[in-house]
């Protein structure tokens, strides 16, 4: 069983919302600050967002701030990352990841167009 699942993406217009989660396992997530990565054909996988365990504090890739919204339920023990206003640009395989030790999910597929 994979540490990390991911789940939420699909097939969006421009302009539409999407919202993904991960959901660990075989662990607490809250022990550890976790992180949204993305990668786009043809090019390296980049982080897009981070919170750290506590919640108290968050940051994002500037290309997505004010669009998307990064929090986590450690009763629940998942992250999720809340995408408005989506572009074509933000078509991608979406990961999560942990802090060391660096658990990653298999991704889930965003794809953004009309």
């Known amino acids: 069983q994979l540490p990390l699942v991911e789940s939420g993406g699909g097939l969006v217009q421009p302009g539409g919302s999407l919202r993904l989660s991960c959901v660990a396992s075989g662990f607490t997530l809250d022990y550890f600050a976790v992180g949204w990565f993305r990668q786009a054909p043809g090019k390296e996988r980049e982080g897009v967002s981070f919170?750290?365990?506590?919640?108290?504090?968050?940051n994002y890739t500037d290309s997505v701030k004010g669009r998307f919204t990064i929090s986590r339920d450690n009763a629940k023990n998942t992250l999720y990352l809340q995408m408005n206003s989506l572009k074509p640009e933000d078509t991608a395989v979406y990961y999560c990841?942990?802090?060391?030790?660096?658990?990653w999910g298999q991704g889930t597929q965003v794809t953004v167009s009309s």
């Open positions: 919170i750290n365990s506590g919640s108290t504090i968050t």
């Open positions: 990841r942990t802090g060391v030790p660096y658990y």
